[in-house]
């Protein structure tokens, strides 16, 4: 079984006496000057140091991973030994450990038994069986990019973006066999996400705020295992991996504002998709929702429509509820809305009739569903 509240409250009484949450000096940014000062904050006589073992392996994770390096090894860190497992592949969390002389540990690891105080796990990706967890006597830490029990799962923070999250945070858990993400909760912060967003800005910026309350927990871990909340099921989704069949734009179903959240969530790696005339063209620059005027205004533009404003040198695809605009498009190669109305469009003008007149004589065309 893992470690549970009661056994917590009695193998620790003696910590509690020494280890307390000493907050005395802050963070002053992402130099290793700064990180060392944000270890400063417990006093000489506080113990014991953990020995930790951390899984992890992209970007997000190195945000932690690069904290705990910096509160090991010295009088005013919390960290006395630091260990790590990794997957196979060249990973971030593996090049920054070879980089700072980290033990590293395939995965699964061998002989942890006695070693290790306590575990962490940041965007690892793999379920840890009972049995591992079972001998870290502080159990092991999850560090979540969600205010759970909203959006567990492996993209969180796609979601968060996906369906206009105005709040999000960082939740630290105690991980759990057999389910990822429903262990009880040791501590969060909220964070209020920024209008227009994108799903790598609030990334990088909710990696270093785990990063940082992870450091908090460590520092009072057995009164925080005590007093820790289970997670209910009031409120609580889930945020699947994101898929290439996500990025297909439904020009009839989805609006103006769907359309930019789901940009701002996956574009920076998976280029929204749409059909023009039998071949996949993908969508890029988006300019978000444009103005297109028609010279027959009795008329609605249908859902597909798409018009080259020269003026903006952007292609306006027609949608739900308006229009929404990019500069530059992927066919055979990129090409900028401009290259592509004088390459493409403008040949198709010739051969088929127009389903509305845009003002300047600009033509609209359609672009085709995903079947």
């Known amino acids: 079984m893992w470690t549970s509240a009661k056994t917590i409250r009695a193998s620790v009484e003696s910590l509690k006496r020494c280890q307390r949450c000493c907050m005395g000096t802050v963070w002053r940014g992402d130099t290793d000057r700064g990180q060392r000062q944000l270890c400063r904050v417990l006093s000489s006589a ?29 009088s005013e860190g919390i960290v006395e030994t630091l260990e790590v497992v990794t997957l196979a592949g060249d990973v971030p969390v593996k090049r920054f450990a070879q980089e700072n002389h980290l033990p590293l540990h395939s995965w699964p690891p061998d ?15 793999c379920l840890l069986p009972e049995r591992l967890i079972s001998k870290f006597p502080y159990g092991i830490l999850n560090v979540h990019p969600s205010l759970l029990p ?4 492996p993209a969180p923070i796609f979601h968060t973006i996906l369906h206009g999250d105005s709040v999000t945070g960082v939740s630290i858990i105690q991980i ?86 789901l940009y701002r969530a996956v574009g920076s790696r998976i280029p929204l998709r749409t059909m023009w005339m039998g071949r996949t063209i993908k969508l890029l620059d988006f300019a978000g ?11 609605n533009p249908i859902p597909g429509s798409v018009s080259f404003q020269k003026e903006s040198n952007t292609l306006a695809v027609c ?23 004088n390459g493409y469009l403008h040949q198709t003008r010739q051969k088929n009739t127009p389903c509305e007149t845009a003002e300047g004589q600009k033509k609209v065309f359609m672009v085709q569903q995903h079947q």
């Open 319 to 341: 949608c739900k509820d308006g229009w929404v605009g990019f500069r530059s498009v992927l066919l055979n190669k990129r090409l900028t809305a401009a290259d592509f109305y």
């Open 289 to 299: 929702k444009c103005h297109v005027s028609l010279s027959d205004q009795r008329r």
């Open 150 to 153: 909203r959006w567990r799962g």
């Open 176 to 261: 759990r066999p057999h389910r990822f993400d429903v262990g009880p909760i040791l501590n969060q912060q909220f964070y209020q996400v920024p209008e227009n967003c994108t799903a790598d800005e609030l990334g990088g910026t909710l990696a270093t705020m785990g990063a940082h309350l992870l450091i908090n927990t460590l520092m009072s871990l057995s009164e925080r295992m005590e007093n820790q909340r289970e997670q209910g099921q009031t409120g609580a989704t889930f945020a699947p991996k994101i898929k290439m069949s996500m990025s297909w734009i439904v020009w009839e179903e989805q609006t103006c504002d769907q359309i930019d959240r």
């Open 46 to 74: 506080s113990k014991p140091k953990w020995r930790l073992l951390f899984f992890g392996t992209d970007h997000f994770a190195v945000e932690s991973l690069k904290l705990l390096t910096s509160c090991r090894g010295t």
């Open 111 to 125: 002989d942890v038994n006695g070693r290790f105080d306590v575990g962490v796990v940041v965007s690892f990706g």
